[in-house]
């Protein structure tokens, strides 16, 4: 099977493609950044495409690779924070990119499989409780908004032309090499000696915390199990809701340092008190975690003792 991975230097690309690559598959990949012929080989990578999701490139890594069987569409924004300060840039990668993906696997390969990874960031801030992949989804961001945009060309490419997609919408996804969010922020204090730490929010919002194994994990199963139906929808967290308070211990426990933190009581605007998954048809797959929060945690913390300050 010949895969391809668009966005596949991110945090859950570059795991994305070792798993594939140890499943036995041939793995070629297109995004921003340079992949020297030494790290291609160290993640599995055959064929590496520097560059936007643009046709002419998508025909490089054609003619480089041969036609895929199956591709995984990880490439766009990756961020709340700047889709808020360039929103402009957040479409573009993320909803642009998309409609050119997706033209070109209209004239080109139309019957290759498409995973898509979204986010629960869709589904906003108004929900209480598992949020099932039915939910209204009322994003309160420019990055939930675009991932929305990106998943409604899907449907309209599936509807009007028959490309099949199956949309992932990934939770709160955490792991060794993420250098941004929760983890990676309070990680750079305690490495600049700080040992009181005042965050925001109350501590008690709930996420559904995914290991980036499991994500990668559950990104290649769907792939290689039949789609009920041509657009298919499907929430990538495990119905495990856990505190931000919860979970900062967690972290500060494996700091091995004596950490005092306190909770601001102030939220950032539109931010979701709970944002958890039901996960009753990613268990009908069937797929389990493998990777407890506890296990993950304490190898995430490893990796970041090591970062520079």
């Not at 895969?3 to 036995?24: K, P």
């Not at 599995?44 to 560059?51: A, E």
């Not at 305690?190 to 559904?208: I, K, N, V």
């Amino acid at each position: 099977m010949t895969v391809w991975v668009t966005g596949g230097n991110g945090f859950i690309g570059r795991n994305l493609i070792r798993l594939l690559a140890d499943q036995g598959r041939a793995v070629h990949g297109i995004g921003h950044g340079l992949i020297d012929d030494a790290e291609c080989a160290r993640l599995g990578l055959r064929n590496w495409v520097n560059g936007e999701i643009e046709a002419a490139n998508l025909d490089i890594l054609a003619k480089l690779s041969g036609l895929p069987t199956a591709i995984f569409h990880l490439a766009g924004g990756s961020s709340v924070g700047l889709s808020i300060a360039q929103p402009l840039e957040d479409f573009s990668r993320t909803v642009v990119g998309t409609a050119r993906l997706l033209e070109w696997l209209r004239r080109s390969v139309p019957d290759c499989r498409l995973v898509v990874a979204s986010s629960a960031a869709v589904y906003g801030a108004h929900h209480d409780g598992p949020i099932s992949e039915d939910a209204e989804t009322l994003p309160v961001s420019p990055y939930g908004h675009h991932k929305l945009m990106m998943e409604e060309l899907c449907r309209s490419f599936a509807v009007s032309y028959g490309l099949r997609s199956a949309v992932v919408r990934l939770f709160s996804v955490y792991g060794r090499g993420l250098r941004k969010q929760l983890l990676w922020d309070i990680g750079l204090r305690l490495a600049r000696g700080e040992r009181t730490l005042t965050l925001g929010g109350t501590g008690a919002e709930l996420r559904d915390w995914v290991h980036v194994r499991d994500a990668a994990r559950l990104l290649a199963t769907i792939a290689d199990r039949p789609q009920p139906d041509v657009f298919y929808v499907m929430n990538g967290g495990s119905s495990a809701g856990t505190t931000v308070a919860e979970v900062t211990a967690m972290l500060v426990r494996n700091w091995d340092g004596n950490i005092a933190v306190r909770f601001s009581g102030q939220g950032r605007s539109g931010d979701p008190f709970s944002l958890v998954a039901d996960a009753a048809r990613l268990r009908a797959l069937p797929f389990n975690f493998e990777t407890s929060l506890s296990d993950g945690m304490a190898d995430a913390v490893a990796w970041l003792k090591g970062q520079p300050a």
